[in-house]
């Protein structure tokens, strides 16, 4: 199969007339219908079931679409990549972070990278749920993480970044904003969401009277704050700075050493370049709140 019949194939599905897809793919519909008949062939198994109103995806054709469109966006970034290393640059550098804010100086630190390295190309991952799995299956170069959660991983080495303190998010007319230090006892009665610390989540349930929910993310939470169903208890890391929350000084013992981490066995002197870069970045700037 190649990468023109899974665009016919993807196309068919999304639209289940061959007629349409086949205008919207500029080819004939005689030669969409030949394609799609020279796989199913190649496969062994009907993906569509053909009828005077159109088609429909048989049940195997349902999973076979559904593992080919995950196959067929992969393919489309690797072919993108490739052409990107074939016109400019010979090395890479993959990094992969929950959200972008986790490293908010990131952009300025490629820009300046660049100068130095440019035939290195800096490729950010934003994968909340699996980035940490992807570096250690060795397809990243470069993960954020809480160091905590990689205290028992071996092979790795943790380059520290900043201490990240907890802070109170509210929607900006909130009157909290007026304190100029939040304590536990001034969320009695009000609702909140401590996504990523439980620790001190229990600790102000148990000692205060505090309604609380959870959220499966932190864009989760940011929109129950907004709607106005509550605050928020967040580390400084996720603040993307962008104006539309307060972000509150929380009078709070907690702090999460965060860092980044690579391979032990790299030892390219661009990739070691880049990380002292990033340091250097907050090193410089010890009054930028995270």
């Known amino acids: ?24 793919l500029f080819i004939s519909q ?3 219908t030949y394609q799609i ?3 199913e062939n190649e496969i062994g198994f009907a993906l569509f079931e053909r009828s005077g109103k159109g088609a429909m995806l048989t049940p195997a054709g349902t999973q076979f679409v559904g593992t080919l469109r995950t196959l067929y966006g992969q393919l489309k970034e690797a072919i993108e990549q490739g052409q990107n290393f074939s016109a400019k640059y010979a090395e890479s550098i993959r990094i992969t972070l929950p959200i972008r804010s986790a490293i908010y100086f990131l952009p300025q630190v490629i820009a300046q990278f660049s100068r130095s390295f440019p035939t290195v190309n800096v490729i950010p991952s934003f994968d909340w749920q699996h980035g940490q799995e992807s570096f250690l299956q060795g397809e990243q170069d470069v993960t954020f993480a809480m160091e ?22 509210t929607e900006k007319n909130d009157t909290l904003t007026k304190k100029p230090l ?11 969401s401590p996504p990523m610390l439980r620790a001190l989540q229990q600790r102000i349930i148990s000692e205060i009277h505090v309604d609380y929910f959870n959220s499966p993310d932190h864009d989760n939470t940011l929109t129950n704050v907004a709607a106005h169903k509550g605050v928020c208890l967040a580390p400084g890391f996720l603040n993307d700075h962008n104006g539309e929350f307060a972000w509150l000084d929380f009078d709070s013992d907690v702090v999460i050493p965060c860092g980044v981490y690579t391979h032990k066995n790299d030892k390219r002197q661009s990739l070691h370049a880049f990380i002292e870069l990033l340091q250097h970045f907050y090193r410089d700037q010890p009054d930028f709140k995270v």
Do not use: W
Request: glycine share 4%; with cysteine; aromatic share 8%.
């Open 182 to 192: 939040v304590t536990p006892s001034d969320l009695k009665g009000r609702g909140g």
């Open 1 to 24: 199969m190649n990468t023109k019949q899974m665009e016919y194939i993807l196309e068919l599905a999304q639209v289940l007339n061959f007629n349409r897809a086949a205008e919207n």
């Open 37 to 39: 008949k020279i796989v």
């Open 30 to 32: 005689p030669t969409l």
């Open 148 to 169: 905590y959660t990689m205290k028992r991983v071996s092979d790795v080495t943790c380059h520290h970044l900043f201490d990240s303190h907890i802070y109170l998010i």
